[in-house]
T-cell receptor, first 112, second 109 residues
Framework: DAGVIQSPRHEVTEMGQEVTLRCKPI?????LFWYRQTMMRGLELLIY????????DSGMPEDRFSAKMPNASFSTLKIQPSEPRDSAVYFC??????????FGSGTRLTVV | RKEVEQDPGPFNVPEGATVAFNCTYS??????FFWYRQDCRKEPKLLMS???SGNEDGRFTAQLNRASQYISLLIRDSKLSDSATYLC??????????FGDGTTLTVKP
């Protein structure tokens, strides 16, 4: 089992650019979550999907953020346009019924 | 009040010490509970689930008190490698989970 796979591992971009983060969940897991972690705010839930359907996106900071899950094996989180305050580690996690989360290694985003 | 609250610490203990963390939650409908461990610059990893009857995994013991709405994690004979941040996770119905902000533990020689 390869676990939850995220790409890229690191991303440095200029303010105003579009950023796309990618996630491949564990096969068979029916929940997928996008989290953001900073020192100041800890781990924040941005959005989660159940069976590819977005269930709760109340944590998405603003319209600059969007997430999609076109199929059970792939999800993207897009930031357009990016701002320096978006700098954080973005984690994707997946979960099967009754089990805890498995997190990906995260994408460390720096917006300069 | 936050849905899930943890004492941020830091807890600084010598090797071999016993240390305990608590985590309180506000949603009485919460259904399942977990402890995660996060090392610096790494992703959180599942440490153990927390069952109503309490459960033990080696040096680690987790307990749930539904009446008082808290969970606890006890680490016995602490090792240097136990140094990390410990996050509690509370699952509400419909799949939504809430993470605490974490408790930082440093075990010193």
């Amino acid at each position: 089992d390869a676990g939850v796979i995220q790409s890229p591992r690191h991303e440095v971009t200029e303010m105003g650019q579009e950023v796309t983060l990618r996630c491949k969940p564990i096969s068979g897991h029916d929940y997928l979550f996008w989290y953001r972690q900073t020192m100041m705010r800890g781990l924040e839930l941005l959005i989660y999907f159940n069976n590819n359907v977005p269930i709760d996106d109340s944590g998405m900071p603003e319209d600059r953020f969007s997430a999609k899950m076109p199929n059970a094996s792939f999800s993207t989180l897009k930031i357009q346009p990016s701002e320096p305050r978006d700098s954080a580690v973005y984690f994707c996690a997946s979960k099967g019924r009754g089990y805890g989360y498995t997190f990906g290694s995260g994408t460390r985003l720096t917006v300069v | 009040r936050k849905e899930v609250e943890q004492d941020p610490g830091p807890f600084n203990v010598p090797e071999g010490a016993t240390v305990a963390f608590n985590c309180t939650y506000s949603n009485s409908a919460s259904q399942s509970f977990f402890w995660y461990r996060q090392d610096c610059r790494k992703e959180p990893k599942l440490l153990m689930s927390v069952y109503s009857s309490g459960n033990e995994d080696g040096r680690f013991t987790a307990q749930l008190n539904r009446a008082s709405q808290y969970i606890s994690l006890l680490i016995r004979d602490s090792k240097l490698s136990d140094s990390a941040t410990y996050l509690c996770v509370v699952n509400a119905p419909a799949g939504k989970s809430t993470f605490g902000d974490g408790t930082t533990l440093t075990v010193k020689p």
